[in-house]
């Protein structure tokens, strides 16, 4: 290669082909996508914007590095197709005869156990067998569903519901996917955790909510006064007491000397923590929600600061 | 400052007849831009090992330091990492880069005055840069948290060092063009468009959603797995003949290091679980794992050049660095390959081991192999030695045991977190705390390499004080002396 024009080619021709397959092709094939409507309730759009305060705390949670250790990124191995009984109904007989009828792979009447529901009946089969198993029992008098369940690690762990899509990221204007887990996944995090003032003191002292914990304490983003004795509290105010702790007038670790105040930025910080969610069930991520996630009013909206205990938790 | 270039001319025409200019002209030619970048290199490389230091204690003692917004983890970490890459990598790799253009065209560096300023105008964009971070507006995209205000810096100091740098290339006596030369014009047009993409549609511009984070693997990748590769190789490619004595084995495997380098490793970098089309990271995957090509290449180049004469080196400290420099870019790649597969993706991403792969890649490799072309390059441009002359095998030392003792732990720990996170009946602070031990060890490692940074920049800086007396001072002192009375005019 002796001619200088022929190696800036080469190189050229080389980073266009890059560019044009990770920088355009991306950008023309999702870089425009407009909100998904919601499987289970189609009148709901995902996502929404983030409200005001959880922006602002989008800029907390860049300027003070977090992405660094958290990531927000659940991942799936797969999704199992199971057969949800919920009501074995009057006959248990007829039920476990059309099933093994119904030719779905179970052939043993002793393997078929249809007490106890709501219980998963068949497990991890096929979406046509698992359509024919339902058709079949509901046929014979019991309520019976097909069940998505995705699984994967980060979703056993609780960390997430489905898998993260570009689509949770849609109206982030910095998404912070991240590339660590030195602590865990944030993607939802406002499921797991969705009270605002444990994330308050979590921010103060991590190590005094979780024992052992790597994570350093934000003590800068929150204001320390003392209390003089019989003075009031301020009225967001997270209270001490005198070795340091967190006042807990369950555990009667008084009195409490000082408070700490949190300053806007943790305000924030929290509020946009308390808006990572994403359970929404989507066409390009299909799953089953759990039972209590069907009241459609507390899907998407994102928790308050000081979230008074949100109605559609799963089991952590 | 004319007098003092012409003091160590001697020429000597070449075998064609046309007057040529010396090796001692071209490299005379390199002083000030070198000077520059070379000097502030050094800084900026003492600076990254003390904060990456930090950022690594603070791991196993989080609250080392953390009761200022300035300190926190996630300000101190991109200022290690943005120090290390813009400011000691693209630096040194450009001096680097000049020194050999103008050695192999046989000719002076073009417009010596302009790269010096372009130096400086780089420095001033990486001062901007790491003081945005730590004031809290980094992007808060990995290896591009430098903001804008400093990005505009890096870019026209950058155009103006690359356009010399082409310059130089064009001027060339010698026509016919070596390895080097390619990969070093190749990587002077791929910074500046990576770059200036990723900060309009980063920055500027910024795209929706996780195209964002898209580009951002797209600049990450071709930053540290293309430009580094090709700047780091070049070095490679022309060191390691030259202090062999010998030629390098195959320029036709040069030249499949080079193809496979732009047409695979560019499109490395999206990490296999990504939440995008799955076309993108399957392309990805692909291209990752065919970059093997690169490093059998490199490898069969690189043993069939050196042999079994390993010892017959003529500048033996220097030719430690580019050695522990090319086995620290295989083993990166190969760990870099085997985390790409997707199996094992599932279990080492998220962890410590890419970060250690990332420390053996830019570190291990490109800043070692960089520090050895340094130790070769400032005697012969200066004309003086190195004042601390064993330093230079003791920092050595200091890099390479810090290297390996950064980067092994890690590893291994990283690979033990990977498989406790893909068990979900193992708590996740537990693999947080089983982590504890192997962050410390690198810690360790992360104190040899400062220690050795500390030995390159006194070395440097001692160097540059002799310089100045040697060359400046009677300069200065013969123009302000008093004039004899016959030299007075009336």
Known sequence: MNYGPLIFLAAFLGLSASWFGFVLTPQVQIGREQQATNTVNTAEMYPQALPGLANQGLEVYRENGCVYCHSQQVRQNGTAVNVLLSDAGTNATAVVEALLKANVGVTNADEVNVSGAPKILLRDTTVERAKAAVTALNGAGAKASVELQPLGPDIARGWGTRRTVAADYLYEHTVFPGSQRVGPDLANVALRLPDGNWQLRHLYSPAAEVSGSPMPAYKFLFEERKLEPGQRASGDAILLNASGEFFDPAKNNGPAVSEIIPKPEAKALVAYLLSRRAETPLFVAPMTPPPAANNSSATNTPAATAATGSTNAPAK | ?490
């Open chain 2, 1 to 490: 400052m004319a007098d003092l270039m012409n003091a160590n001319r001697s020429t000597s025409p070449l075998a064609d007849g046309n007057s040529s200019i010396s090796i001692s002209e071209t490299d005379v030619s390199c002083r000030v831009p070198l000077f520059v970048l070379f000097v502030s290199a050094a800084i900026w490389l003492f600076l990254a090992s003390v904060f990456g230091l930090m950022a690594s204690v603070k791991f196993h003692d989080p609250n080392f330091l953390s009761n200022t917004a300035f300190l926190t983890y996630g300000r101190v970490h991109p200022v290690a990492t943005n120090a290390l890459l813009y400011g000691f990598g693209i630096q040194a790799g450009l001096g680097v880069a000049l020194w050999i253009l103008a050695r192999l065209g046989n000719t002076r560096v073009a417009q010596p005055l302009v790269i010096a300023i372009g130096g400086s105008l780089w420095n001033l964009g990486v001062l901007v840069g790491i003081f945005e971070i730590f004031l809290g507006n980094s992007t808060g995209f990995e290896a591009l948290e430098m903001p804008g205000y400093a990005a505009v810096f890096l870019f026209l100091g950058y155009l103006l060092i690359g356009i010399c740098a082409a310059t130089t290339l064009h001027s060339r006596r010698e026509r016919r063009l070596e390895s080097p030369q390619w990969f070093f014009l190749a990587a002077l047009f791929w910074f500046a468009w990576i770059y200036s993409t990723a900060m309009l549609l980063l920055g500027g511009t910024p795209v929706r959603g996780i195209t964002q984070a898209i580009v951002a693997w797209w600049f990450s990748a071709n930053l540290q797995n293309v430009w580094l590769v090709f700047v780091g190789l070049a070095a490679s490619f022309y060191f390691i003949p030259l202090l062999m004595n010998r030629k390098l084995h195959s320029q036709y495997l040069a030249l499949l290091t080079f193809w496979t380098l732009i047409l695979f490793a560019s499109w490395s970098g999206i990490p296999n679980s990504a939440p995008v089309p799955a076309w993108i990271p399957a392309v990805s995957t692909v291209a990752t794992v065919l970059t093997i090509i690169t490093v059998l290449a490199v490898i069969v180049n690189v043993y069939k050049t050196v042999g079994y004469g390993c010892s017959q080196t003529s500048n033996p400290p220097s030719g430690k660095f580019f050695a522990f420099g090319i086995a620290a870019f295989v083993v990166a790649w190969l760990m870099n390959i085997a985390a790409a597969i997707p199996d094992i993706n599932s279990v080492l991403h998220f962890t410590w081991f890419t970060t250690a792969q990332w420390h053996l890649n830019v570190y291990g490799f490109f800043s070692l192999t960089m520090l050895g072309a340094i130790y070769y390059i400032v005697p012969l441009v200066t004309g003086m030695e190195w004042p601390f002359v064993k330093w230079v095998r003791a920092h050595y030392w200091l890099a390479a045991i810090g290297t390996i003792v950064l980067v092994l732990p890690m590893a291994i720990g990283g690979v033990i977190q990977g498989t406790k996170l893909s068990n979900p009946q193992v708590s996740f602070i537990e693999t947080a705390k089983g982590m504890l031990p192997f962050l410390k060890a690198s810690s360790v490692g992360e104190l040899f390499i400062l220690l050795g940074h500390l030995l390159l920049l006194i070395n440097i800086i001692a160097l540059s004080v002799r310089y100045h007396k040697k060359h400046f001072v009677p300069v200065y002192e013969a123009a302000t002396a008093e004039l004899k009375p016959s030299e007075a005019k009336s």
